[in-house]
């Protein structure tokens, strides 16, 4: 494979320095503490009491320094990578040896990441994803220009391998299925057509990105002012004054001032994280970048989204704003950290045409796809326009008679509202006002959810990303007839779920959802069991 770097090779020096400042910086703090707060008040730099040992304590700060720094160089001597044989290993460790590898043909994508220090030394680290977010492999530091080459280099090799695959016709997948590269080059070959787009033919790794977004520092920053989190404070704030002005205790205020930091703390890292963010088209998907102090460029191969989100809360409503998150095989759980948070929003905040743009690149397949009944919103097809069904899965309310209409058998007009099926009216007092809002759309390609009154969320599932399907009744939804269908993707902030839907519905959805993910259901090119596009398989 062209782009390998064969002969095992060591990390920028000082790239152990990067990583363990915090020691160096605990290691001055210690010793220059008192020093520092003695010179501040023109006193010596040692106290009095200490003069006469100042020799050895400044032989043993100078011990314990060299000590670090050559634990450090010893550090970055026995840290090598190397990307040979299909294969990106990495070794670390002095006296514990560890040995972490992922094979390039399980890589779901490549990522450059600099944190504030190594943007000052630029440097930047290269993150291996794989289907295993644990499995993950990080090579840090190397130069910018290094980084980026070496990654230029293993997806340009990618890109070729898939293309010559391609060329040698839809043949049966046999053992070249399993080459070096054959994911990572099928997702950039495929570049953001989208979900099923066959590979075509190989292009250049780093062409002229075409830009789709960009959020504005304003925005972003009113987004945060608008979010429950500033409501909650601001009404705490309120409560402690008015207790205070009551009662003639000022202890309140003490209460709110942890609960106020912890919001403003979230607040800052939610800035810091969506300042700048920009999203590009490229061959290899939308390219993401992002941070004000640490900087991370993302690819997100269309391939690699299970599911995706689109909320508003109630705040953001006025002004017509989105925001966009995705479930990405690799990335597991977003709350397991801040940063893998940030790595699954796939749009902070976002006007419509924002969204209907991402949309068109990532799932350009659901995006365009229209529900099966008729409405009188119809193209001349006799089919919804898809803008109308982007419309009512965001904002869409069905109107009480046509709820009540639709569920009689006899009415073959279909729904008005874009084609959502919606929660019966006979479960009107489980959800008083989101039974109209509560529903789901089928299409050829996804499964459309709508939930919430007041926090609107629009949640998409491409069929092909469905891992398994069930179906819950408790006493009460059987009380009331109606069923909740989940759907289960990788792990992520999206948790698809088809509540309160009518029993009979319901069971449909569930046949109709296990057809698809019948292998004889699925194309030939990509079986629903392929192990590239779920961490099921790990």
Request: zero cysteines.
């Amino acid at each position: 494979m062209n782009g390998e770097t064969g002969n095992w090779q060591r990390v920028h020096p000082a790239s152990p320095f990067v990583r363990g400042w915090l020691a160096l910086a605990a290691l001055f703090f210690f010793f220059g503490r008192d020093a520092a707060e003695r010179l501040l008040r023109g006193g010596p730099v040692f106290d009095e009491r200490f003069a006469g040992r100042a020799p050895w304590l400044l032989l043993g700060g100078g011990t314990m320094l060299l000590l670090v720094v050559a634990g450090f160089v010893l550090s970055w001597y026995f840290t090598r990578y190397q990307v040979a044989g299909g294969f990106v290993r990495v070794t670390t460790g002095v006296l514990v040896k560890q040995h972490r590898q992922a094979r390039l043909d399980r890589v779901q994508a490549i990522d450059v990441v600099q944190p504030l220090l190594a943007r000052i030394f630029g440097l930047a680290e290269l993150r291996f994803e794989v289907a295993d977010a644990e499995s993950a492999v990080h090579l840090a530091y190397l130069r910018v220009a290094e980084a980026r080459r070496l990654r230029a280099e293993i997806l340009d090799a990618a890109v070729r391998d898939a293309a010559a695959h391609a060329a040698a016709g839809p043949s049966a997948p046999g053992p070249d299925a399993q080459r070096p590269g054959a994911q990572l080059g099928a997702q950039a070959a495929a570049g953001p057509a989208g979900l099923g787009a066959p590979p075509g033919p190989a292009a250049p790794v780093d062409p002229t990105e075409r830009p789709v977004l960009a959020v504005p520092p304003r925005r972003l920053a009113g987004s945060l002012l608008l979010s429950e989190q500033a409501v909650v404070l601001l009404l705490g704030a309120a409560a402690s004054v008015l207790l205070s002005a009551l009662t003639e205790n000022r202890s309140f205020s003490f209460y709110l001032v942890p609960a106020g930091l912890g919001i403003l703390a979230g607040f800052w890292a939610s800035f810091s994280k969506g300042f700048n963010f920009t999203a590009a088209a490229s061959p290899a998907g939308i390219r993401l970048q992002y941070g004000l102090l640490d900087t991370l460029a993302q690819t997100l191969p269309p391939g690699r989204i299970q599911a995706l989100r689109i909320s508003q809360p109630p705040l953001w409503r006025s002004l017509g704003w989105y925001r966009i998150q995705v479930n990405v095989a690799g990335y597991g759980t977003p709350g397991q950290d801040g940063e893998r948070s940030a790595r699954t929003t796939l749009l902070p905040v976002g006007t419509l045409q924002d969204v209907t743009a991402l949309l068109d690149l990532v799932l350009p397949e659901a995006a365009a796809a229209q529900p099966r009944a008729t409405q009188p919103e119809a193209t001349n097809t006799g089919r919804p326009d898809a803008h109308a069904v982007l419309i009512a899965g965001l904002s869409g309310l069905a109107p009480a008679a046509r709820v009540q209409a639709q569920r009689n058998p006899a009415d073959t007009t279909g729904d008005t509202d874009g084609g959502f099926t919606t929660t019966p009216r006979r479960a009107r007092l489980l959800a008083p006002l989101g039974w109209r809002r509560n529903g789901f759309a089928e299409t050829g390609s996804a499964l459309l959810i709508r939930t919430g009154r007041w926090w609107r969320h629009l949640t998409v599932v491409p069929h092909g990303r469905t891992q398994s399907i069930a179906l819950h009744q408790g006493p009460v939804a059987r009380r009331f007839g109606v069923v909740d269908l989940a759907l289960h993707t990788t792990s992520g902030p999206v948790a698809p779920r088809v509540i309160q839907a009518g029993l009979a519905e319901g069971r449909a959805l569930l046949l109709a959802q296990a057809a698809r993910l019948s292998p004889k259901s699925q194309p030939a090119g990509n079986p629903a069991g392929d192990p590239q596009e779920g961490p099921q398989h790990g």
